[in-house]
């Protein structure tokens, strides 16, 4: 069982006030999250991260760092003990990097100039998509109490981009095995990463980082990826991100941070997202040397051409020299992939990708109720057509703001497009909303967010603060110093000290 | 990857101009479903389309 989790930062508008600092509304959203919480929430611990360790091998001179990848405190402890002692300091929160570190395990924060829900450690992609959810419900939990309590309001889009230029991440992470040459894995991978948009695709009005072509294409996040490896998550962003900072035993784990993947409303879309690349890094971890026949001859273009193709029917073209359509290098990977399933739940990735892929291949609006690019075509599509007249016989042409203003409206949160079209039954769900709302209080139980979401639940008076691989406790002891529990076994879902706490 | 071509070059010069499916034809059972969803869309959108568009501005993120 893999140990995967997703990120999302959501775009924030105050519809009243459209020229309001995000920074300070997205600051308000995390105490507004808080206050939902009620006292279950804990500060974030700064203590151990360190952003600019690359995955290449070398570490970057802090001096040679653009200024958001400064994201660690000015200490880095490498220390990986069961608990160690830490001095007490002045640390004071900072309202424009405010956090809230949940009951399930999540975290809840100010991420640059958004509001981002990192979800709790999870072993499937079933669970994927629960928690995934559960952070969906927890912003919207959250922008109610900020109208309560607020002068205003804000509302959230779970998209990528504004068409302006701006683009903002959803990232998957996954827990991958250190002996992996990262270079082998990096190849690998990317042709995966580059055809699996056609199921994982949220759909896009608009060509172009600006939307300066009208069209439509399969992916929010395409244009953005302009290199094939690298650091960066905010400029020149790369299809295989090398951030290395595995949040685990550094000699053991990698942890890949995806970057090019679209924020999903459909949970298909996101099953399919976590569990595919999850089988597919199966088969890199066992070095299956039949995935080098995939290898792309340009993959940052690649990324483009596949986006843009709503026939599925393009031909890219391979480091061998032949072609293949997207469909056809995804139905290899499926067949590759056969290989390495190893539980019910990855049969149930395998069966979903192959129906899926069958469907796509077929007749593309079969699969509308499964892939999210697909049921924004058709909506999209229908409304271009009610405009349809003998001088327009298309209807609408693609530059029509009334297609940019619907591709917006359908990711907002509560009362979008892709919920009023999942709510009237025309979207396939994975996941009951009890389930759903389940995990927005309650952390996935066979990962170490049970120890995170656990104590934040039942002690939060003994947290100071918590992180990926760190709890910090603040209690009474002879030694007076601060506690930290270090939780570098991502899917250790016990430790004597903070169960004896939380079960206290 | 029976499918794949064996020629040493792409041959996309070959294949017919990739084409967008007519979403109308697509349509089936959820037709009806669809139907009043949009209508509501259009009627929203008749408005302030434009305003909207042009004032969702994000600044960008990772």
């Known amino acids: ?504 | 990857m029976a499918q794949l071509n064996a020629q040493g070059q792409p041959y996309e010069d070959d294949a017919p101009e990739p084409e967008a499916p007519a979403p109308a034809a697509g349509a089936t059972a959820s037709s009806d479903a669809l139907d009043d969803l949009l209508a509501e869309i259009d009627g929203s959108l008749q408005v302030n389309a434009e305003q909207f568009v042009r004032s969702f501005v994000q600044k960008g993120g990772q």
């Open chain 1, 1 to 504: 069982m893999r140990v995967v989790g997703i990120e999302t930062e959501y775009g924030i508008v105050d519809p009243a006030e459209p020229r309001a600092n995000p920074i300070l509304l997205s600051s308000r959203l995390v105490t507004a999250c808080r206050a939902w919480a009620g006292e279950r929430t804990s500060r974030w611990d700064y203590g151990g991260e360190d952003p600019l360790q690359d995955q290449r091998g070398f570490r970057r001179s802090r001096m040679g760092a653009s200024a958001d990848l400064l994201t660690d405190a000015a200490e880095f402890d490498a220390t990986a003990g069961r608990v160690t002692l830490r001095r007490r300091r002045g640390s004071w929160e900072d309202p424009a990097h405010l956090n809230a570190v949940l009951a399930n395990g999540a975290r809840f924060y100010v991420d640059h100039a958004h509001p981002e829900y990192s979800g709790p450690e999870v072993t499937g992609a079933r669970d994927a998509v629960i928690w995934d959810r559960a952070g969906d419900a927890i912003a919207l939990a959250a922008a109610v109490r900020y109208a309560e309590d607020e002068d205003g309001a804000v509302h959230l889009y779970k998209n990528n981009v504004d068409g302006k230029g701006a683009s903002y991440g959803t990232h998957e992470n996954f827990l991958v095995a250190r002996a992996v040459a990262f270079d082998d894995l990096a190849r690998r991978l990317t042709p995966h990463l580059v055809t699996r948009q056609v199921y994982t695709g949220a759909g896009r009005v608009g060509l172009g980082q600006f939307g300066e072509e009208p069209g439509f294409q399969l992916s929010q996040r395409a244009d953005y990826m302009e290199a094939e490896v690298g650091l960066e998550t905010t400029l020149r962003r790369p299809i295989v991100n090398t951030r290395d900072e595995p949040h685990a035993t550094r000699d053991k784990y990698r942890r890949l941070h995806v970057i090019i993947g679209d924020a999903n409303l459909f949970d298909v879309a996101t099953f399919l997202k976590i569990g595919t690349t999850s089988l597919v890094l199966a088969a890199i971890e066992a070095e299956d040397e039949r995935l080098d026949e995939l290898e792309l001859a340009h993959p940052v273009e690649a990324v483009q051409e596949v986006s843009r193709d709503v026939s599925l029917r393009r031909r890219i073209v391979l480091a061998s020299g032949e072609t293949a359509t997207a469909l056809e290098v995804q139905r290899a990977l499926l067949e590759i992939c056969r290989t390495y399933a190893t539980d019910a739940g990855d049969a149930a990735v395998l069966a979903r990708w192959e129906g899926v892929l069958e469907r796509l291949g077929a007749d593309l609006f079969s699969a509308a109720r499964e892939v999210e690019w697909v049921a924004k075509l058709q909506l999209l599509g229908r409304l271009r057509s009610r405009h349809a007249s003998e001088t327009r016989p298309d209807g609408l042409p693609w530059d029509d703001a009334r297609l940019a203003a619907a591709d917006l409206q359908w990711s907002r949160l509560g009362d979008g497009w892709a919920t009023r079209l999942a709510d009237a039954g025309q979207v396939e769900r994975l996941a009951t909303d009890d389930e759903v709302a389940a995990a927005a209080t309650r952390a996935p139980q066979d990962t170490r967010a049970r120890l995170r979401g656990g104590i934040v639940a039942a002690r939060p008076d003994l947290v100071d603060a918590a992180g990926w691989s760190t709890v910090v406790l603040d209690r009474e002891t002879d030694h007076g110093h601060l506690e930290v529990v270090h939780l570098d076994e991502p899917g250790a879902a016990r430790h004597p000290l903070l169960d004896a706490l939380i079960d206290g």
